[in-house]
Nanobody
């Protein structure tokens, strides 16, 4: 199983970005996919997750601004981020969880700054 996050970059406050997480492996369709982020000097935090059935959950800090979705036909998960704030600056990573085993991908840097 391999995961690769992409789509990060530099954006102004109030702007939008869409992150993508590409996954390999046949378990993708039955796994829960998470987005995490880690800002400099801070602990990694869960941002959102989506279950195999499409159930979603968000951190309070991003609720109403971020949307997680998945395309099982393409083994892809997306994180649409709107109304970005400087405090959203972090390295964003995706994780696949299946039968209590976690698979991590490398992250992508998101910087929100004017």
């Amino acid at each position: 199983v391999q995961l690769q996050a992409s789509g990060g970059g530099l954006v102004q406050p109030g702007g939008s970005l869409r992150l993508s997480c590409a996954a390999s492996g046949s378990i993708f369709n039955v796994a829960t996919i998470y987005w995490y982020r880690q800002a400099p000097g801070k602990q990694r935090e869960s941002v959102a997750f989506i279950s195999s059935t499409g159930f979603t959950n968000y951190a309070t800090s991003v609720k109403g601004r971020f949307t997680i979705s998945r395309d099982n036909a393409k083994n892809m998960v997306y994180l649409q981020m709107n109304s970005l704030k400087p405090e959203d600056t972090a390295v964003y990573s995706c994780k696949m969880r299946y039968q209590q085993v976690d698979y991590w991908g490398q992250g992508t840097q998101v910087t929100v700054s004017s």
